[in-house]
């Protein structure tokens, strides 16, 4: 027999964001309700860190950063950390959380990009400029 052959995992990776795509909008949904859920456990909010920073991961270039930049997304991951009563665990998950968001909030949502052109985010409640972004 021989051996199986198994697909690239980065094809999978890709493969397997591709099947979230069209339930992005209610993931970040879900994840707002679970942080105006007075009773949330710590356990649900490491689980929703990183559900955070896997879906940074799955989309690494962007393509869905206008989610990230959401002000409850950072004040959950602010919260979590700064809990004295959680685990050191889920303390670093809300940590890798935290530096996901800021990752994704510094992308730019649009797709294609002009070599030489500027993109401008919106961060919170002001527009900033970025240097040219070129893609190759």
Known sequence: MSEPEFADPSYLLTSAAQLLQPYIENIFQLLQTI????HRTEALLRASMGVIGDLSEAFPGGEYSHYFRQDFLTAMARDTRANKEFTSRTIDTARWAREQIKRQSG????RYMIPGFFC?????????????????
Request: with cysteine; proline share 8%; charged share 10%.
């Open 120 to 136: 401008f985010l919106r961060l919170s409640t002001s527009y900033h400029l970025l240097l040219p972004y070129i893609t190759i």
């Open 107 to 110: 992308k730019c949502t649009f």
């Open 35 to 38: 942080y105006q859920d007075p």
